[in-house]
């Protein structure tokens, strides 16, 4: 950039700065956030343990979610083994990779300084910045794709090539692959595209063929398993979004406003307050109109998508995760409307303000788990999983026998601790428990493998017991398992595992 040499302002940013070449401070920050997921516990997160269980096997379609992500997992845990490592190193290669895309694109249509804070003001967006450090999978991958399909455009529209074509193609197939609901990101993408006159022609122009192809290669092997499995696929999702007929008006529009002001909140009073009235300053200059145009346009149509959501379908329930995908282009849209931002004196205090929030994140990542202890509330981290799996060893488990438990932390966490076994989650919520007892129970049967029957205390479905037990010709005495919870206050309550083990061999 070359910045006049104003009183107060900033010095021109070098070619040789960090800033300049945000990649080495990217890979830093998530080798660091690697390290401290690893060490802080052993014990696994909601969305940690599903990974873990299913990525034990290929499929086309896991429940209610794409593919992609647990393919990823699935081949990391080749390489790492099923382990916290594992499942760290994938998170924050793709959350890395999220903003080295949006750093690209910002690019497309600032200096390194502007790219920068478009990239780097996604750690405001709470959904990205800290909610994916805490627990999260498919949004971080389909947020990536988002971010990745914007670079994409905006290179086509600037010099349309056949190979971006094609590239962009991949990336829209890859992330309706990682999520859903990610046709509405490239619905609302291609319509506000197209009626731009600059970027339409671009659009069209020769090789454009190359991205519905490449496409639609991509994509058609699960889109024909989710036609056969598609209320599988739906169910859970249409559940958790509370759709409700009798249009609860009221509700749906107070979540939608709390979505939006959850995702953009943050980082607009952060903006705010760093360049004050220069948001509002006339006139406006776009660094490329057509640009503009296009971004306003595109946040029209999401926006006018998710009010629709709620006045025809009668959804009630917008969670800041599945804004995410929508909104993360807001702080590169806004920074492009106002490129002279760039050179304002008082940038310096919002690349500050960044910094200050992701050493903030980095260290919240770190004592997390000394949080819900000292509140005396057990958090899935506070579990004590290594010890619990010393603790099975030592009350005969053989460490490959088929562990079934009562929830999808249960089979996740010991998954990483026996990963010879294979383990399964036997829930009310995806399907009959005893039915599934019995399926799992049957098949150790015919290995010639005992089984392992395991639940925590500390969450556990009214009546599991009874449930599993019914599978079961004659149970094995129920024991249980008392190990302290990690980083929580003295005198709480230890963790408890009752389990059921059956060797091999014994009668049933």
């Given at each position: 950039m070359n910045a006049s040499a104003a009183p107060g302002a900033l010095a021109p940013i070098s070619p040789r700065?960090?800033?300049?070449?945000?990649?080495?401070?990217?890979?830093?920050?998530?080798?660091?956030?690697?390290?401290?997921?690893?060490?802080?516990?052993?014990?696994?997160?909601?969305?940690?343990?599903?990974?873990?269980?299913?990525?034990?096997?290929?499929?086309?379609?896991?429940?209610?979610?794409?593919?992609?992500?647990?393919?990823?997992?699935?081949?990391?845990?080749?390489?790492?083994?099923?382990?916290?490592?594992?499942?760290?190193?994938?998170?924050?290669?793709?959350?890395?990779?999220?903003?080295?895309?949006?750093?690209?694109?910002?690019?497309e249509l600032l200096g390194p300084r502007g790219a920068w804070w478009a990239s780097a003001s996604m750690l405001l967006l709470p959904a990205l910045g800290w909610y994916s450090i805490r627990d999260q999978t498919h949004t971080i991958l389909v947020t990536a794709m988002t971010c990745g399909a914007w670079w994409l455009l905006l290179r086509i529209v600037r010099q349309p090539r056949p190979l971006d074509f094609a590239a962009l193609g991949l990336v829209c197939a890859l992330g309706l692959l990682a999520k859903y609901s990610f046709a509405l990101v490239i619905a609302a993408m291609l319509l506000a595209a197209l009626s731009v006159?600059?970027?339409?022609?671009?659009?069209?122009?020769?090789?454009?063929?190359?991205?519905?192809?490449?496409?639609?290669?991509?994509?058609?092997?699960?889109?024909?398993?989710?036609?056969?499995?598609?209320?599988?696929?739906?169910?859970?999702?249409?559940?958790?979004?509370?759709?409700?007929?009798?249009?609860?008006?009221?509700?749906?529009?107070?979540?939608?406003?709390?979505?939006?002001?959850?995702?953009?909140?943050?980082?607009?009073?952060?903006?705010?307050?760093?360049?004050?009235?220069?948001?509002?300053?006339?006139?406006?200059?776009?660094?490329?109109?057509?640009?503009?145009?296009?971004?306003?346009?595109?946040?029209?149509?999401?926006?006018?998508?998710?009010?629709?959501?709620?006045?025809?379908?009668?959804?009630?329930?917008?969670?800041?995760?599945?804004?995410?995908?929508?909104?993360?282009?807001?702080?590169?849209?806004?920074?492009?409307?106002?490129?002279?931002?760039?050179?304002?004196?008082?940038?310096?205090?919002?690349?500050?303000?960044?910094?200050?929030?992701?050493?903030?994140?980095?260290?919240?990542?770190?004592?997390?788990?000394?949080?819900?202890?000292?509140?005396?509330?057990?958090?899935?981290?506070?579990?004590?999983?290594?010890?619990?799996?010393?603790?099975?060893?030592?009350?005969?488990?053989?460490?490959?026998?088929?562990?079934?438990?009562?929830?999808h932390m249960m089979a996740g966490m010991l998954r990483t601790r026996f990963p010879q076994a294979t383990v399964d989650a036997c829930t009310s919520e995806e399907e009959d428990v005893p039915r599934c007892v019995a399926t799992n129970v049957a098949r150790a049967q015919a290995a010639g493998q005992g089984w392992l029957l395991i639940s925590r205390a500390d969450r556990i479905e009214p009546g599991w017991w009874d449930k599993a037990d019914s599978a079961l010709q004659a149970p094995a005495p129920l024991q249980t398992i008392e190990l302290p919870f990690h980083m929580v206050r003295d005198g709480m309550a230890p963790a408890q595992y009752p389990y059921r083990w059956h060797a091999a061999g014994a009668r049933p």
């Open positions: 700065s960090p800033i300049a070449h945000p990649l080495a401070w990217l890979l830093a920050i998530a080798l660091a956030h690697v390290a401290v997921r690893v060490s802080v516990s052993p014990a696994l997160k909601w969305d940690e343990a599903e990974q873990m269980l299913w990525s034990q096997q290929l499929a086309w379609g896991y429940g209610a979610q794409p593919p992609l992500y647990t393919w990823l997992q699935w081949a990391l845990n080749l390489v790492f083994g099923p382990s916290v490592l594992a499942l760290s190193l994938l998170k924050h290669a793709l959350l890395a990779l999220t903003y080295a895309l949006m750093y690209l694109a910002g690019r006159p600059e970027s339409r022609r671009a659009l069209l122009s020769r090789g454009w063929w190359w991205a519905p192809l490449v496409g639609l290669i991509v994509v058609a092997p699960h889109a024909a398993w989710l036609m056969a499995h598609l209320q599988e696929a739906t169910t859970g999702t249409i559940g958790k979004m509370q759709i409700h007929p009798e249009r609860r008006l009221g509700k749906g529009l107070l979540s939608f406003a709390d979505g939006i002001a959850g995702t953009l909140a943050l980082w607009a009073i952060v903006a705010v307050w760093a360049f004050r009235g220069a948001w509002w300053r006339r006139p406006l200059a776009p660094a490329m109109p057509w640009a503009h145009r296009v971004f306003v346009r595109y946040h029209v149509l999401v926006l006018l998508a998710l009010l629709g959501m709620v006045l025809f379908a009668g959804v009630t329930n917008f969670k800041g995760r599945w804004v995410l995908p929508l909104l993360c282009a807001v702080p590169l849209a806004a920074f492009a409307a106002r490129p002279e931002l760039q050179q304002h004196p008082r940038g310096g205090r919002y690349t500050g303000a960044i910094v200050v929030m992701a050493i903030v994140i980095l260290a919240a990542a770190g004592i997390r788990p000394w949080f819900s202890g000292l509140r005396g509330e057990a958090d899935e981290l506070n579990h004590p999983a290594a010890e619990l799996g010393v603790a099975l060893r030592a009350a005969g488990y053989d460490g490959v026998s088929p562990i079934i438990a009562s929830d």
